[in-house]
């Protein structure tokens, strides 16, 4: 994965020569398939979650310095993706010792015994360690970080339906991001007012409540 990111870097700062690429891949998901004892589980997933799961392929138990070794991520990074996968609402992996904190001596190993009802599950965002300390941090780097996340969320969306209903964007914006903090209607509506003003969307001339993706 890290040679096609440096490879598209290499290449858009060629065809792009103005403009900064920043990859985001908490917003990244992937669909994988777990095959657990009583059932197999679809699983939607971040990247990062999806790259930690396939390490399992190939090895039963995993430390955390392995793992932190093989996806070369910060230690805040690879903290909040484990905490998603082995503590939080879906317990795809077993933590050794059983605690609810993460810690760099702990052992991991998938939970084969893992199931859930409807057969589809989607994993909750993990959070970065200085997110969960400080979730009402607004300086300006945080503030710019939030319009960002927003943004690209917004125009995925948009992307993928080319045309939808303001409160449906509003809707599914709220759903995506959820996991990495607290969204409310308001600040979405001003980032879709601002995605309209840099041409990014467009109102429907008959319908003012309906959105355009603007290719």
């Not at 990244?28 to 009583?38: A, D, L, P, T």
């Not at 995925?156 to 939808?164: C, G, N, P």
Request: hydrophobic fraction near 40%.
């Amino acid at each position: 994965m890290v040679r096609c990111i440096e490879a598209f870097k290499d290449f858009y700062s060629v065809e792009t020569q103005h403009q900064q690429l920043q990859w985001m891949y908490s917003l990244g998901s992937c669909i994988i398939i777990g095959k657990f004892e009583r059932r197999s589980i679809k699983i939607i997933a971040t990247t990062c979650q999806t790259a930690i799961l396939l390490l399992f392929n190939v090895s039963e138990k995993l430390s955390y310095s392995n793992i932190k070794k093989q996806l070369n991520l910060a230690p805040e990074e690879i903290d909040g993706i484990l905490y998603s996968l082995a503590c939080d609402k879906y317990k795809i992996l077993l933590k050794i010792p059983d605690t609810t904190t993460v810690t760099v001596s702990d052992d991991f190993e998938i939970n084969f015994n893992f199931t859930d009802r409807t057969g589809k599950i989607k994993l909750p965002m993990p959070l970065l360690i200085n997110e969960k300390k400080k979730p009402s941090d607004h300086n300006d780097n945080d503030k710019d970080r939030r319009h960002f996340l927003i943004d690209a969320s917004i125009v995925r969306i948009m992307k993928a339906k080319r045309v939808l209903h303001y409160k449906m964007v509003e809707s599914e914006c709220v759903q995506e991001l959820e996991g990495l903090f607290n969204l409310d209607f308001m600040e979405i509506k001003k980032r879709i007012e601002d995605l309209i003003g840099r041409e990014f969307l467009e109102r429907d001339r008959e319908e003012v409540d309906l959105l355009r993706y603007v290719p």
